[in-house]
């Protein structure tokens, strides 16, 4: 299958920093991104859907200015965790799709803020 | 707010075939069956995907109902580590919408 790459797989911030999380899809083009954030014990939930070129859709209830997508090619998008407080803390995974076919997920970084 | 039902846990020795259900009656046209599965603090992997007719992949089978309200994956031999969360879900394509799985334990 396809690979989709997220750096880093694990960091850990203060509290009022901000946190960029990277994903690449390394063979092939990405048509659309996405984003999902997973807490302990629970599902993966979806954030947001980025499309190159384009500003990110966001899921309802998630703050767009506190989780700032930019999908500046067709192979990377990023999340940026801005002022991140411990409630932010959780597993964030990004996956990749080209047209109306299967999405390859990333494996994941462990956001821990402290 | 997954399309999908899918029992919370099941069981399944080692060497034996795990059956995982998945109820879909609300899936439309041209909705495709989807079926990942996440081992623990891993992104998810995805297993096989299909419309109407049954498919088949080095992984799995899939099986779905001739009126497509639901579906079966079908692991021929699993091993220990086939134990992960199983996730069932339609769409189109493009973004994937999780309920909450099931889990598989496989045991020795």
């Known amino acids: 299958g396809a690979v989709v790459s997220q750096h880093p797989s694990r960091v850990i911030c203060k509290s009022g920093t901000s946190v960029k999380i990277e994903c690449r899809s390394l063979?092939?083009?990405?048509?659309?991104m996405f984003w999902y954030r997973q807490f302990p014990k629970q599902s993966l939930m979806l954030m947001a859907t980025?499309?190159?070129?384009?500003?990110?859709?966001?899921e309802q209830g998630v703050e767009k200015d506190k989780f700032l997508i930019n999908h500046a090619s067709l192979t990377l998008s990023t999340l940026t965790v801005t002022s991140a407080h411990p409630e932010d803390s959780s597993f964030y995974i990004c996956?990749?799709?080209?047209?109306?076919?299967?999405?390859?997920f990333g494996q994941g970084t462990r956001l821990t803020v402290v | 707010d997954a399309k999908t039902t899918q029992p919370t846990s099941m069981d399944c020795a080692e060497g034996r075939a795990a059956n995982l259900p998945c109820n879909h009656s609300?899936?439309?046209?041209?909705?495709?069956v989807y079926w990942y599965r996440q081992i623990h603090s891993q992104g998810p992997q995805y297993i096989i995907h299909?419309?109407?007719n049954n498919e088949t992949n080095e992984m799995a089978s899939l099986i779905i109902t001739e009126d497509r309200k639901s579906s079966t994956l079908i692991l021929p031999h699993a091993t220990l580590r086939d134990t992960a969360v199983y996730y069932c879900?339609?769409?189109?394509?493009?973004?994937?919408?999780f309920g909450a799985g099931t889990r598989l334990t496989v045991k020795p």
């Open positions: 879900i339609v769409g189109e394509g493009n973004d994937m919408r």
């Open positions: 299909g419309l109407k």
């Open positions: 980025s499309n190159e070129g384009s500003k990110a859709t966001y």
């Open positions: 996956s990749a799709t080209r047209a109306n076919t299967e999405a390859f």
């Open positions: 609300t899936i439309s046209g041209n909705e495709y």
């Open positions: 063979d092939f083009q990405a048509t659309t």
